[in-house]
């Protein structure tokens, strides 16, 4: 069946970058979604691209997609303390126009 | 300012008891769901509902079910049948693809 999978921890020093893998299998996925949780609260959409772009930068984040590999990134340069949440990605599923979520990756920031 | 607002925060349920989970939200979103998040999992999807006065099941209703009499409100009420409720639950609507959260319902059950 359609999966999202992503690493569960990163670690990375602050000011260093910071990328975040997410790897799909669903290949008709029109939309892919970077969101930010922080501890004990809502998700927060932090970016998105369509499946006809291969890149998109706002600001600190960057986000890659291979379409071919099936393989989404997402970048965050100099990284800081604010950063350190859980990063969720997630993938269309156009059957029924629902979500498909990964596991989420805590991003732990080291002083 | 639009969004969605979810109650209570912190909820706590007795063994054999059913409890509901208010969800409301003033973005005029036609689409609401509900899903259930548990440590290491990715989120998964309970109910949704694409308009008034009709809803779906998700991967996981089993032991849950919802209502939608008002485009404002999509409450989910977890029974006695939920073997392992304890949880975070988040609610969300959407305008297209554009998923708006609430800030979550933490459930336990003593």
């Known amino acids: 069946g359609e999966d999202v999978e992503q690493s569960l921890f990163l670690s990375v020093r602050e000011g260093d970058s910071s990328v975040i893998n997410c790897t799909y299998t669903?290949?008709?996925?029109?939309?892919l979604y970077w969101y930010k949780q922080e501890p004990g609260a809502g998700l927060q959409l932090l970016t998105y691209?369509?499946?006809n772009m291969d890149m998109k930068q706002d600001q600190r984040l960057t986000v890659l997609l291979n379409k071919k590999d099936k393989h989404l990134s997402l970048r965050i340069a100099d990284t800081q303390t604010g950063d350190s949440a859980i990063y969720f990605c997630?993938?269309?599923?156009?059957?029924?126009?629902?979500?498909?979520w990964g596991a989420g990756t805590k991003l732990i920031i080291k002083p | 300012d639009g969004g969605i607002t979810q109650s209570p925060k912190y909820l706590f349920r007795k063994e054999g008891q059913n409890v509901t989970l208010s969800c409301e939200q003033n973005?005029?979103?036609?689409?609401m769901y509900w899903y259930r998040q548990d440590p290491g999992q990715g989120l998964r999807l309970i109910y949704y509902?694409?308009?008034?006065?009709?809803?779906q099941k998700g991967d996981i209703a089993e032991g849950y079910s919802v209502s939608r009499e008002k485009k404002e409100s999509f409450p989910l009420t977890v029974t006695s049948a939920q073997k392992n409720p304890t949880a975070f639950y988040l609610c969300?609507?959407?305008?297209?693809?554009?998923?708006?959260f609430g800030s979550g319902t933490r459930l336990t059950v003593v």
């Open positions: 969300a609507s959407s305008i297209n693809y554009g998923y708006t």
């Open positions: 973005l005029n979103h036609d689409a």
């Open positions: 509902s694409q308009i008034v006065n009709d809803f």
């Open positions: 669903d290949s008709s996925s029109t939309y």
């Open positions: 691209i369509f499946s």
């Open positions: 997630a993938v269309t599923r156009e059957s029924n126009y629902q979500l498909i």
